[in-house]
T-cell receptor, first 114, second 112 residues
Framework: DAGITQSPRYKITETGRQVTLMCHQTWSHSYMFWYRQDLGHGLRLIYYSAAADITDKGEVPDGYVVSRSKTENFPLTLESATRSQTSVYFC?????????????FGPGTRLTVL | QKEVEQNSGPLSVPEGAIASLNCTYSDRGSQSFFWYRQYSGKSPELIMSIYSNGDKEDGRFTAQLNKASQYVSLLIRDSQPSDSATYLCAVNEAYNFNKFYFGSGTKLNVKP
């Protein structure tokens, strides 16, 4: 079925471990985004991508790595997880980069770092 | 650091009343403004977008934008219990339509 999916939906890991959160969209949207949502902070942009092999930093990129080898996938990797990275992570996609295009959000991944 | 400010609430209104949600932003060059609704445990969904000064109406929702005052608001008429959610304001970074800054959201409770 079409849409934007994230996996896993829930993840518990330990400090120092590497974790990869997956995002897949079936719309062939050019733009994809990763946000984290913490109580009191709203959504904060981590990284975004304008196309395959084109990525750029957002507001809070430290401690995260992204790649985009295929248009439909945009994985987010925490190379060495820290407790401060405990959060809900949302992936989003957007058809193009113009002013009027809506971002569609995935269901989110709740990550807990112990 | 770009800032988008919202009153965290909760804002409580009776069913059938008008709910007024407000948002201020710091980046004077911002050009795109969005309101998202987020139910507890769910992902944000777009309600309204607005780009020009003035009002934009869509059903029971009206977005209002005043760029001179750096202020955007959302009015919900005939509020329903199903409107109870957190409302997020999003503003783009000036000259970059792919960097958005979100407010922390206003929680709205509509009481039957």
């Amino acid at each position: 079925d079409a849409g934007i999916t994230q996996s896993p939906r829930y993840k518990i890991t330990e400090t120092g471990r590497q974790v990869t959160l997956m995002c897949h969209q079936t719309w062939s949207h050019s733009y994809m985004f990763w946000y984290r949502q913490d109580l009191g902070h709203g959504l904060r942009l981590i990284y975004y991508s304008a196309a395959a092999d084109i990525t750029d930093k957002g507001e809070v990129p430290d401690g995260y790595v992204v790649s985009r080898s295929k248009t439909e996938n945009f994985p987010l990797t925490l190379e060495s997880a820290t407790r401060s990275q405990t959060s809900v992570y949302f992936c989003a996609s957007r058809a193009s980069g113009g002013a009027g295009n809506e971002q569609f959000f995935g269901p989110g991944t709740r990550l807990t770092v112990l | 650091q770009k800032e988008v400010e919202q009153n965290s609430g909760p804002l409580s209104v009776p069913e059938g009343a008008i709910a007024s949600l407000n948002c201020t932003y710091s980046d004077r060059g911002s050009q795109s403004f969005f309101w998202y609704r987020q139910y507890s445990g769910k992902s944000p969904e777009l309600i309204m977008s607005i780009y020009s000064n003035g009002d934009k109406e869509d059903g029971r929702f009206t977005a209002q934008l005043n760029k001179a005052s750096q202020y955007v608001s959302l009015l919900i008429r005939d509020s329903q219990p199903s409107d109870s959610a957190t409302y997020l304001c999003a503003v783009n970074e000036a000259y970059n339509f792919n960097k958005f800054y979100f407010g922390s959201g206003t929680k709205l409770n509509v009481k039957p």
